[in-house]
């Protein structure tokens, strides 16, 4: 009798419990009960480890906060076009060493300090001193910074640059506040229209409105970015809805879930991610040119984007992605033809090791190519690697693989093959010239250097491009203002609105 | 009892203390350097270097470790390399949520497995004791993380009830607080309470059979009444050490389950900290996780002398 008592107990306590959270749905109403102050919740798969994006490498930070916290003078639009931000608009001088930066009036910090000129010298001056990335050598061109009046800043740069103007777009030309960098790591303070209103760490980062916003106000008064480090139980949020958008799914399979029209909404754009298939140039068997070429040869790509990654994402042939305005399909280059590859193999057999990361795309591609290469005689013993720890240490710094995968997510990151410590260990100069040509040419000269460049490292064969990454958003019905395509660093949240 | 205890104590606080070395130890091997990873794709090596230098892992082992090993004893776990924040009061905030998590799923446990493991004891020859017998070696055979799967499927996607996961903390809301627990708990603390349920219904099987009950039945006490007066103590002892044990693996176990779960408690802190290298933080955790399961068998060796007079 005792018993059946505490069972009707526990009973009744789960179905109460159940009916009082019934009402309140996904949590969306927001504090203010105004229906101006409308939230969202969208679903990201890392977390930040810190907020401070000048001293931290790690995607997830300027993910979050680039554009809508933090704003530079100007940003990357959904074309991949360079548009005007916080600067007006710019002049540039006939040498094109000059850029005058008009910028826009009334303009405050989420703090309440006034931005002017003298936080721009301040923010790219910063980048030289106190940055830790190396990234940070993209601003290497710049001269010097100065302040003309309070709206207007000078950038000198020593030679023509090309890469200037879009590194500007990027986290290197955010905007910090003279006043604001005391605590990047936990207190972001930008101009954006959002700020941070709290963060739960190992959950979520809560963003408010910015009421002081000088642009158009974001139509959303809250947004919540929560982090799931398990894609089922992230799909699972969105089904139930603890979340209102997946903000990148991670295995494509798991799209049927959300077939019903009538509910979801699937979004498919295109990134920045070349998922490279990368060989070691610097030592046996893959410093040798045929060898490399017999691998690009020996890989049927679409054979192998349908049973990778369910056939979403794009064939693209080299280093470049559809957005740039250099971009060139060289899927043609090395068309599938695996008696041609063991042609170029000469009838030897070779034993590699493919050291790939514990990453879904890396692991399901490897066991394609395993198996079509094993086809030309080359038997890639496959050896997943903890991502990053592991991966980082071996592969990317220790440069000791013969094979590997990875998604390599930067926008216009050619520019890794001109290294040739990179861990791609390819050392061609003709194609560190063209690309220095590229960056002090003019904007035409830019477009046809960098064409010759990804034909040239397609031609060496320097690398193979598996396929390019697709970006895939599932939203929930009535969901407006997605970003499309993921070719900027931020997930741009200006527009987010629910119907 | 004062000398079994002191003795006891020096057990417990030596075995801490060989944990701390061993912890640090173990983290001392682990592959993949710390600043590196938090500097990534982009890291200078000069960058690398500075970065090890203000972390201090470019020090000799030995001096980290009396560094680490002296903030302990001054209850400072050091600071994050990754978050740059103290660890001391992260740990805090985690270890409140998982403790929560598993003391419910204990509580969830005894209550299935008490009243269950005695009904299939005293029952045992009926059909009824049989199938608690038999639905407990089902539930044993699942783990948590599956079961937590399962929950969610059936009370989340399908019921559209309870929260798929998420954490909301009780200040907040105590009815939502509740509701994103539910499923965690019983998670947790069904599998457990299968195994418990068998333990019960051992310990109570083995007391029916003793002498003094048949004798307390014999001077007119019914089965139940002499079961519950002087059964129940006796059985509680083995139940006792195995609920001691059980809360060493619920503790572990919720490392899993949080995952699921999407609850920021103790074990999501430290699988971050694990992807991030994040040493002395992974360090601080286990170190807090090994004291838990230090502790947990004092309080169980001690509990074991109170309630078995024999042993004192």
């Not at chain 1, 592991?390 to 220790?398: E, I, N």
């Not at chain 2, 409140?96 to 509580?107: C, E, I, K, R």
């Not at chain 2, 708990?185 to 009950?213: F, K, P």
């Amino acid at each position: 009798m005792r018993r059946i008592g505490i069972w009707i107990a526990a009973g009744g306590l789960l179905l109460a419990t159940a009916a009082c959270g019934g009402g309140s749905g996904n949590g969306s109403a927001g504090t203010g009960g105004t229906p101006k102050a409308q939230s969202l919740s969208v679903g990201f798969v890392a977390e930040p480890a810190n907020l401070d994006f000048t001293s931290t490498e790690g995607a997830a930070i300027p993910q979050a906060l680039l554009v809508n916290v933090y704003e530079g003078l100007v940003k990357l639009d959904q074309n991949g076009e360079i548009v005007p931000l916080l600067a007006e608009k710019w002049d540039v001088s006939p040498d094109r060493k000059t850029y005058t930066f008009t910028l826009r009036e009334n303009v405050k910090f989420s703090g309440g300090a006034p931005f002017t000129a003298d936080d721009v010298t301040f923010s790219l001056d910063r980048v030289k001193s106190d940055w830790k990335l190396k990234i940070k050598s993209q601003l290497d061109v710049i001269d010097k910074v100065e302040k003309k009046d309070d709206s207007t800043a000078v950038v000198t740069l020593k030679r023509p640059s090309n890469g200037f103007l879009y590194s500007m777009a990027t986290r290197l030309g955010a905007m910090f506040s003279r006043t604001g960098v005391a605590d990047l790591a936990n207190k972001p303070v930008g101009t954006g229209p959002y700020v941070l209103s709290s963060w739960r760490r190992g959950d979520s980062i809560q963003l408010a409105a910015n009421p002081s916003y000088w642009g158009t106000k974001p139509p959303l008064g809250a947004i919540t970015l929560k982090y799931f480090k398990d894609a089922t139980a992230m799909n699972n949020a969105l089904l139930t809805g603890g979340i209102d958008v997946i903000s990148s799914v991670q295995a494509p399979e798991s799209l049927q879930q959300f077939a019903d029209p009538g509910r979801f909404e699937t979004v498919e754009g295109t990134t920045n991610g070349e998922v490279v298939l990368s060989m070691n140039n610097g030592r046996p068997p893959f410093d040798d040119k045929a060898v490399r070429q017999a691998v690009r040869h020996a890989i049927d790509h679409k054979a192998l984007l349908d049973t990778a990654w369910a056939g979403r994402g794009q064939l693209i042939g080299s280093m470049t992605a559809p957005t740039d305005p250099w971009y060139e399909d060289r899927t043609g280059d090395y068309p599938y033809d695996p008696a041609k590859a063991k042609q170029l193999l000469g009838g030897k057999t070779y034993n590699v090791k493919m050291r790939i990361p514990n990453l879904p795309y890396a692991v399901n591609s490897a066991q394609v190519v395993k198996s079509q290469l094993a086809q030309v005689g080359i038997n890639a013993e496959i050896e997943p690697l903890e991502f990053p720890a592991r991966w980082l240490d071996q592969v990317f710094t220790k440069g000791d693989y013969d094979l590997s995968i990875i998604n390599h997510v930067e926008p216009r990151d050619m520019g890794i093959f001109a290294d040739k410590s990179y861990y791609f260990r390819y050392d061609n100069p003709e194609f560190g010239k063209l690309l220095a040509a590229a960056d002090e040419g003019t904007e035409q000269e830019q477009t046809d250097d960098l064409k010759q460049a990804a034909k040239l490292l397609s031609d060496d064969a320097a690398a193979d491009w598996l396929f390019l990454f697709p970006n895939l958003i599932v939203a929930k019905k009535g969901v407006t203002g997605l970003p499309k395509n993921a070719i900027a660093e931020s997930f741009d949240f200006t527009a987010l609105a629910k119907q | 009892m004062i000398l079994y205890l002191l003795k006891r104590l020096a057990v417990l606080l030596a075995s801490t203390a060989v944990a701390a070395v061993a912890v640090f130890a173990f983290m001392a091997v682990l592959p993949g350097d710390p600043a590196e990873i938090a500097l990534g794709v982009n890291a200078t090596p000069d960058a690398v270097a500075e970065l090890r230098k203000q972390f201090g892992t470019d020090r000799p082992a030995v001096a980290q470790f009396l560094d680490w090993a002296g903030g302990l004893l001054q209850g400072d776990f050091g600071t994050s390399y990754v978050t740059s924040s103290p660890i001391g009061p992260q740990i805090g905030d985690r270890l409140g949520v998982t403790l929560v998590l598993v003391l419910g799923g204990m509580v969830v446990a005894l209550v299935l497995a008490v009243p269950l493991g005695t009904f299939a004891a005293v029952r045992h020859r009926d059909p009824l004791g049989a199938a608690i017998s038999a639905a407990s070696q089902l539930g044993i055979a699942i783990p948590a993380f599956l079961a937590g799967i399962l929950l969610v499927f059936v009370f989340a996607v399908q019921a559209q009830a309870l929260p798929s996961g998420g954490y909301v903390p009780i200040a907040e809301s105590p009815g939502e607080w509740l509701r994103s627990l539910l499923l965690p708990w019983l998670s947790l603390g069904l599998v457990q309470g299968a195994v418990l349920t068998r333990y019960v219904r051992s310990a109570v099987l083995d007391v029916m059979r003793e002498d003094y009950l048949r004798t307390a039945r014999a001077k007119g006490r019914g089965s139940t009444g002499a079961l519950w007066r002087h059964g129940l103590r006796n059985a509680s002892i083995p139940v006792v050490t195995v609920l001691g044990l059980q809360l060493a693996t619920l503790l572990i176990g919720a490392v899993v389950v949080e995952r699921v779960f999407v609850i920021p408690g103790l074990g999501d802190l430290l699988l971050n900290g694990v992807a991030g290298r994040d040493l002395l933080l992974v360090q601080g955790v286990v170190m807090v996780l090994v004291a838990a399961v230090l502790l947990i068998n004092f309080v169980v060796d001690v509990t074991y002398h109170l309630l078995d007079p024999r042993l004192r």
